[in-house]
């Protein structure tokens, strides 16, 4: 198929460009005015915005499900502290209603991750929002291991009484001991089988190894600035890959996090302040993390805001200071980088896979609308 005169979303311009695209196999193999092919279907987009399918970097989408009490909530495994063999892909629902939703917004990618009741949640996955079999929709398997800080692993201490933490200097050392608990049964490991004597396997160890070869980092939850701090001091500490889920006061201290070189997914300034640690949210935040030069991605955290509502916070972010084209890359290429899936997600580009949104407006603009939305050149709204 060709797409014709529209104004395209290039990243790498970071600007419209009023181009054609060609797509095949499920990839984008032209960008260029006026292709001009014989036997291949044309849709004329003149007037339209087409960009890549947005990316929601931090989601609970399917497993906690629209509109239904504990009977379809799946987000968090309270029994214990830390559950780091528990995989998010086990508790996904894809035909639940929000997936839908995400795909009239524009979003063909998202992450789905554990929720935050425990220090360490289990492993999160990057998927398509098109799909009825979980199988068919992953994108990256196991690409983070969902960690939290603060209050809502404190709260969650509060059933069963007896379990802690009960304070964060409780929860930093939970989060320690498992780390070194993993480098210290990897050494076991090791001798074991060296020596050729049985070994028995511990699955939460094993879902931690990759986080311990730096192949995943760890995606911690964290709101108020020490909590932040804590996250980045924890890293260095153990030498480990962080991704800063939240990040409510980050702009408090973007020259600390600059210093860092942690990335952030910053999100549900769209919402109340449901929470103390909450209290410094602001619609300003993405703006300073721009202006500072730290890598960031803009999330609704679904289910806090509804799954079509992700152009709307890069609009609030915008109308606070953050620059256009900064807040659809924060939900395009910057989110891909971050999910590292940037190498065929997140851009418009050659060779890139053909996920992307015609919209009747600039995507900003309250107004607009999808009117058709590709996944890997498969329409999955709209119609030609």
Not at 187 to 211: C, H, Q, R, T, W
Not at 228 to 245: C, G, N, P, Q
Not at 336 to 345: E, N, P, Q, R
């Amino acid at each position: 198929m060709i797409f014709k005169n529209a104004n395209v979303f290039l990243s790498d311009k970071n600007a419209f460009v009023k181009t054609d695209i060609e797509i095949k196999d499920g990839k984008i193999i032209t960008i260029e005015e006026n292709i001009n092919k014989s036997g291949i279907k044309i849709i004329d987009c003149s007037g339209k915005y087409i960009l890549p399918g947005f990316i929601d970097a931090h989601s609970h989408a399917g497993l906690i499900e629209e509109g239904i009490r504990w009977e379809g909530d799946d987000m968090n495994e309270a029994s214990r502290n830390t559950t780091p063999a528990l995989r998010s892909i086990d508790g996904i629902k894809p035909t639940d209603s929000s997936f839908n939703e995400y795909i009239e917004a524009g979003v063909t990618t998202i992450s789905v991750d554990q929720g935050s009741a425990n220090v360490v949640g289990g492993l999160c996955s990057v998927i398509s929002t098109h799909g009825i079999v979980i199988d068919d929709m992953i994108i990256k398997l196991n690409s983070a291991m969902k960690c939290a800080l603060g209050e809502n692993p404190k709260n969650a201490s509060a059933s069963p009484a007896s379990r802690k933490p009960f304070t964060r200097m409780a929860i930093a050392e939970i989060l320690r001991e498992t780390i070194l608990n993993t480098r210290i049964y990897i050494e076991k490991k090791e001798y074991f089988k060296k020596s050729g004597d049985y070994f028995e396997l511990n699955f939460d160890y094993e879902a931690l190894i990759p986080v311990i070869e730096n192949k995943i980092p760890l995606k911690i939850h964290a709101h108020r600035a020490d909590d932040i701090m804590t996250a980045i001091r924890l890293s260095k500490e153990l030498d480990v890959k962080i991704i800063i889920v939240n990040a409510t006061e980050a702009h408090l201290i973007a020259d600390y996090i600059k210093k860092s070189n942690v990335s952030i997914i910053n999100g549900i300034s769209f919402s109340g302040k449901i929470k103390y640690e909450t209290i410094n949210e602001s619609f300003e935040t993405a703006s300073v993390l721009s202006k500072n030069n730290i890598d960031f991605a803009i999330t609704i955290n679904h289910s806090l805001m509804p799954s079509y509502s992700l152009n709307m916070a890069v609009m609030l972010a915008c109308r606070h200071g953050l620059d256009e084209i900064e807040g659809l890359k924060s939900i395009t290429i910057n989110a891909a980088k971050i999910l590292g899936i940037d190498s065929f997600k997140g851009k418009i580009a050659l060779t890139y896979d053909a996920d992307f949104a015609i919209w009747d407006k600039h995507p900003l603009d309250i107004m607009a609308k999808t009117e058709m939305v590709l996944i890997k050149g498969d329409i999955v709204r709209g119609q030609l």
